[in-house]
């Protein structure tokens, strides 16, 4: 073993978990897809001005997790490594012109972000995220749309029992009225709160709902609720969003008290939740709506709603609940040889089976025949092909233990694809 390691909280992703985390990203393009959203590729890093301006200074993302680049040069722009995908979206949107496109424009991507977090069980320093966003639509219908696509996605992956905890955060208008009744809720416990969250008061308030201090916590169960402090705008679509919610089926429930790590968010907030789960590791995704997002990074006013679930977060549940899909089989036909000259020959036959869509692997060993099948048995193949020394092709099914006559290349991989599909091998 070399004395290298992967760094702390940046894993690498083997057998059994790469199948369920290839299995897991591929359910949820094929979601978005069907529902009519578009891809969208972005850069790993971005300007660090564009993540500190969407996702705000003093949230813990930007001030503890983001791992910024080192400037390469005097006139080069510092860049950090995308700790989420929203502002990434918000800059391609405005850059691209996609204004000018019919709205909403609904993209969809499947990322791997980096936060600078303290690693523990579901949470890492490099994890991935199915997102989503729709960006020029204001309405609640919207909201309703992409909180039921994230639900029935987790439910397909097999999470049936998929709660979305969700509150509305208001918007300009009804914000400050609710900050001042929430930090006056604090101010009686002010003394004993942490620096930190003493800090918090001061600067906004709302984090204090989500702050892992006894005290604040403790304090937070008896604070004011948005909901009976919004705007009649706020309140009417956050009652639409509910009663859209109440049809689709989504099991809502109520947390007045939720509040996102991210300071973009107006109206809408919520996780998609797993019921009886410890801590961090139960949240399996969270969205909402950002309406000044577009327009505080340059653009005009447009709003916006979308979410991210962690995709190592659903693997983790999948697994724990013996759920997780299991690992891509080996391939069903192994192609071996007596003679050490016929290895071309079986690369070719292996490759002419797998373009008629079966997987086949050839043995490229000048072993013995005997090693070479029993690696095959191990490898649980369906079936062997065995060029023998005259070029003629045997087929052995596995299975049955049988061996037909030697025969002609063409018939011989012909019989070799067919009895893999019967015996389920594809
Ligand atoms: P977020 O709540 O920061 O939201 O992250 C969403 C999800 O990503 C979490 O619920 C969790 O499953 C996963 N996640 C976050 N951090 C980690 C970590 N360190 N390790 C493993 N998984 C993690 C956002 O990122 C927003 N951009 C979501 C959004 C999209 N809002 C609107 N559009």
Not at 35 to 46: F, M
Not at 387 to 405: C, I, K, N
Request: proline residues 6%; hydrophobic residues 40%; contains cysteine.
């Amino acid at each position: 073993m070399s004395g290298f390691q992967s760094p702390r909280g940046l894993r690498d992703i083997r057998e059994p978990d790469a199948s369920a985390f290839a299995w897991a990203e591929e359910h949820a393009w094929s979601a978005a897809l069907a529902a009519g959203y578009a891809r969208i590729q972005l850069p790993v890093a971005e300007d660090s001005a564009l993540f500190e301006r969407a996702i705000g200074g003093t949230s813990d993302v930007v001030t503890k997790e983001l791992y910024r680049l080192a400037v390469r040069s005097e006139e080069s722009t510092p860049l950090a490594l995308r700790p989420e995908v929203t502002a990434g979206v918000v800059r391609a949107y405005l850059q691209h012109g996609m204004r000018s496109e019919p709205q909403p424009v609904r993209l969809v991507t499947v990322a791997e972000l980096f936060r600078h977090d303290r690693p523990q069980k579901g949470r890492y320093r490099q994890f991935t995220q199915f997102d989503i966003e729709a960006i020029g639509d204001a309405g609640s219908g919207i909201d309703i749309e992409v909180i039921e696509l994230g639900t029935a996605y987790l439910r397909s992956v097999g999470l049936r029992d998929i709660e979305v905890h969700l509150n509305s955060v208001g918007c300009p208008t009804c914000r400050p009225g609710y900050l001042v009744v929430l930090a006056k809720h604090f101010a009686a416990v002010a003394d004993r709160l942490s620096p930190v969250d003493q800090a918090r008061l001061e600067e906004n308030p709302l984090r204090l709902l989500d702050s892992k201090d006894e005290v604040a916590v403790a304090h937070a169960k008896g604070a004011p609720r948005f909901v009976e402090h919004l705007c009649a705008d706020c309140a009417e679509h956050d009652r639409a969003v509910r009663e859209g919610l109440s049809i689709t089926g989504v099991t809502v429930v109520d947390a007045p008290h939720l509040v996102r790590g991210l300071d973009y968010y107006t109206k809408t907030a919520w996780e998609f939740l797993l019921p009886g789960e410890q801590g961090q590791q139960g949240a399996l995704g969270g969205g909402g709506r950002y309406d000044g997002l577009v327009e505080l990074l340059g653009g005009p006013a447009t709003p916006g709603v979308g979410f991210a679930i962690g995709i190592d977060r659903v693997v983790l549940a999948l697994q724990e609940r013996g759920l997780a899909p299991a690992p891509q089989r080996p391939p069903a036909v192994v192609v071996c040889g007596i003679e050490p000259g016929s290895v071309g020959m079986r690369i070719a036959i292996a490759s002419e089976l797998r373009a008629a869509g079966v997987s086949a692997r050839a043995d490229v060993s000048t072993r013995k025949i005997g090693k070479q099948l029993e690696s095959a048995v191990r490898d649980t193949a369906i079936a062997v092909i065995i060029v023998e020394p005259d070029g003629s092709l045997s087929l052995r099914d596995l299975a049955a233990g049988s061996q037909a006559e030697p025969g002609a290349r063409a018939m011989v991989v012909s019989a070799a694809a067919q009895l893999a599909r019967t015996q389920g091998g594809q």
